[in-house]
């Protein structure tokens, strides 16, 4: 069972290992900016290390690794850096750590991505962010011997318009980038909901569909269930889906804010053949809490029934 968690390892964090390390504008440099990157490239290979430890196999990474490297006023290109060559090395030796322990990463360009934007800035710098995620992808993997996905959200309001602009932009994107851009149904009623992107993205340009189990509660067609989605999005994937699951702040409701840990028991089939993401506050510990909650309950229950 492939399950995981997203972008800061709490446990690590807090003896200041991690991989987002930035920088403000006003304080930016180009060497300090270097430092910070290679930095967060290093502490990846610990942060897999500790997930191999713990049995997780599947994480975020986050879209830090390079201080504001698509800020259009402080933009650079990694070659730019002085420890260019260290960070590349300290990103392959990452990749070849998962490729060999089978593990899975992707990654979640931030809400500012909005490829079926209007706005043509707004696109342009949507097109620099996915671009950039795909630079540290194909530095993870140079031979694409692991998956990595770029997870993101359509970004506005569904419309037919929106829907031509995404499928027009994304043919702007670099060549490997296409091939790793995956997109997510969303937490409102207004928005894309599976059936949504499948009629309107994946039926035109090919792109595969997460599923976020949380999110189908608030945005999926009446004449379908949670599962009629999982399996539609499931099939527009060659590969194990990326499947996100959360929980409700508040437990006596269904609200769009997470809770820190996943404490109901999620649906068996959610972890038929995909890769889980826990989008919870609690980060790895609610990984480690759920699976031995449910998972090793289950494990138990299958050993008496054989």
């Keep these: 069972m492939m399950i995981g968690y997203c972008c800061i390892n709490q446990t690590l964090r807090s003896q200041k290992v991690f991989t987002s390390r930035s920088l403000i504008r006003r304080t ?8 910070l990157a290679l930095q967060n490239c290093l502490d990846l290979l610990t942060i897999l290390q500790w997930n191999k430890a713990n049995d997780i196999d599947v994480f975020r990474v986050s879209s830090n690794f390079f201080p504001r490297m698509t800020d259009k006023h402080t933009q650079y290109r990694l070659e730019d850096l002085k420890d260019y060559q260290s960070i590349i090395t300290a990103l392959a030796e990452a990749g070849a750590y998962a490729h060999a322990n089978n593990m899975t990463l992707s990654c979640h360009p931030d809400h500012f991505t909005v490829l079926g934007s209007d706005k043509d800035h707004v696109v342009e710098g949507a097109i620099k962010e996915i671009n950039m ?8 993997f140079p031979n694409d011997e692991q998956p990595f996905s770029i997870n993101f959200h359509v970004g506005c309001s569904f419309s037919e318009q929106a829907a031509d602009r995404f499928c027009h932009n994304f043919n702007k994107l670099n060549i490997s980038a296409k091939r790793r851009v995956v997109v997510e149904n969303d937490d409102k009623s207004s928005g894309w909901s599976v059936k949504k992107l499948y009629d309107n993205i994946h039926a035109r340009i090919g792109i595969p569909i997460t599923f976020d189990y949380h999110h189908s509660h608030f945005s999926r067609e009446p004449d379908m269930s949670a599962f009629d ?21 508040d437990p006596s409701k269904i609200v769009r804010k997470h809770s820190d840990f996943i404490d109901k028991e999620l649906p068996s089939w959610l972890f038929d053949d995909t890769y889980v993401l826990f989008e919870a506050k609690a980060k790895e510990q609610a990984v480690l809490r759920y699976r031995q909650t449910h998972l090793n309950e289950q494990e138990t229950n299958h050993e008496e029934i054989t």
């Excluded at 527009?236 to 929980?247: A, C, D, F, G, L």
């Design 229 to 249: 989605e999982f399996k539609m999005a499931q099939a527009t994937w060659v590969r194990p889906m990326e499947i996100h699951v959360s929980e409700s702040a």
């Design 133 to 140: 995620h795909d630079l540290l992808g194909r530095s993870l």
């Design 28 to 35: 930016f440099t180009i060497e300090k900016a270097s430092e």
